[in-house]
């Protein structure tokens, strides 16, 4: 493998070196046919491509054996030769064997990918595109659109696009090898995003990164493993999930959101930073190990439904700022410290948000505490504190945190943002500051 990285490398260097032509045909050409091919194969910038074919008559009848080619978004800005970029990229594919990943990132039509994926489709596995469609005039006028283009790919394991524009149902024949779709910046149809999904039904991994325009997404996906849903714009989509072997699932944008098999998730994030979280349904999540709960503003319904789920998380990342079910904010009601931690008794890393921390900071948080209540398998606590309300009762749940975490090996306190005219706020730094250094082996500050 060392040898084999080290002859790349330098094959690398000698075809990007007009000055040692002469040097480098004379050491490769004591390489068998077989070798120089496998050592140009792992040459996939278009630019390297074209250099590499002027080396040598030798260099250039091995460059159609290479597997993957990759145009930067800069591959032809200064192009002033006859023929179109299109033109030029389809004379490089049609020169190669059996391509098995295009990557293009340079300006491109639909005729011209339509003409390239009619020439390496059968062999291609891997596309990555970015479309620069997003302008709705000029992709009604295409003809072939890009998204019709892509079903010539039959064989296609894995798709990525970027700058999509999705607002009527891509023209695609069903994908049956495609494990991998990403999808990042684009605007949808929920009934073209739906089409898009059948044509994938052994999809083990979704990324849809920065859509808009969807408002209620349906998947049903008896294979996907991993996905993550980024919607932009107002918050107020709905998500139905059914995916049973779901094992990472990452949800941003959604005011409703139902997952209806739940068995094999272990990493569950949900966020809305531009709307409220209405319901969740997810039953009971028994193999989940890491959840993270944002937003602005949850119903206390979806927020308690979440904690009470997921009793057997490991990791809790809360970072809710306030509940209500209309629209006036309303603070966390009071949450019993002690029931908390016996209702999460795997619990090792807990990460509480301003309003989490408060309500875990009420007066009869601590009232009943049995003299064998432990928190047992705790080991890092991070703490934000916004407020210096209710000082003295804070003061007292990061003593008992301490205290009755028996595995604690780090408390991290963040104080962000305490904006307050009144002497208060020093004296409870101040109580903060004395407290780290009597506990300097455990406590930091950030």
Not at 44 to 63: F, G, H, I, T
Not at 107 to 132: N, T
Not at 341 to 354: E, S, V
Request: glycine share 4%; aromatic share 8%; charged share 20%.
């Amino acid at each position: 493998m060392y040898i084999s990285a080290l002859l790349i490398t330098r094959a690398l260097s000698l075809s990007l070196s007009l000055s040692m032509r002469s040097c480098s045909s004379k050491r490769m050409d004591s390489l068998p046919d077989a070798i120089l091919q496998h050592i140009l194969s792992h040459i996939n910038n278009a630019r390297d491509v074209v250099a590499c074919n002027s080396v040598s008559k030798r260099w250039k009848d091995s460059m159609p054996y290479i597997h993957s080619l990759y145009f930067p978004r800069n591959s032809f800005d200064n192009h002033t030769g006859s023929g179109n970029p299109d033109i030029i990229v389809w004379k490089m594919l049609s020169s190669i064997v059996q391509l098995e990943e295009l990557v293009v990132y340079s300006p491109f039509s639909g005729a011209g990918l339509s003409s390239w994926l009619s020439l390496i489709g059968p062999s291609l596995q891997r596309l990555e595109l970015r479309m620069d469609n997003l302008a709705e005039l000029q992709t009604c006028n295409e003809n072939p659109s890009k998204l019709s283009c892509i079903s010539a790919a039959m064989n296609l394991e894995s798709l990525k696009l970027w700058g999509v524009l999705m607002t009527q149902s891509p023209k695609w024949n069903v994908f049956q090898n495609l494990w991998n779709l990403e999808i990042v910046g684009a605007r949808m149809e929920d009934s073209a995003l739906s089409a898009a999904l059948d044509a994938c039904p052994n999809l083990t991994n979704l990324l849809l990164l920065g859509c808009e325009g969807v408002r209620s997404v349906l998947i049903d996906l008896p294979h996907l493993q991993q996905c993550k849903l980024d919607f932009y714009g107002l918050g107020n989509c709905s998500l139905s999930l059914t995916s049973p072997k779901i094992e990472f699932l990452e949800v941003q944008g959604c005011s409703w959101i139902r997952v209806h098999e739940t068995n094999y998730l272990k990493n569950l994030s949900i966020a809305n930073n531009a709307g409220r979280v209405y319901l969740v349904d997810f039953g009971k999540l028994e193999a989940l190990e890491f959840l993270s709960i944002r937003g602005v503003q949850w119903c206390w319904d979806a927020v308690s439904n979440m904690l009470k789920w997921a009793s057997e998380v490991k990791h809790l990342y809360m970072k809710v700022e306030f509940t209500g079910d209309f629209e006036p904010l309303q603070p966390f009601p009071e949450i019993d410290l002690v029931e908390f931690f016996n209702n999460h008794p795997k619990l090792q890393k807990f990460d509480a948000h301003g309003a989490m921390f408060a309500a875990l900071c009420q007066k009869n948080s601590l009232k009943h505490v049995d003299s064998g209540f432990v928190i047992p398998c705790l080991e890092e606590v991070v703490i934000t504190v916004r407020s210096p309300l209710n000082a003295e009762q804070k003061m007292s749940t990061l003593e008992s945190l301490l205290k009755y975490g028996k595995n604690l090996k780090a408390l991290v306190i963040k104080i962000l943002q305490m904006k307050s005219s009144h002497s208060s706020a020093d004296d409870f730094f101040d109580e903060i500051c004395r407290f780290r250094y009597m506990n300097r082996h455990i406590v930091r500050m950030e």
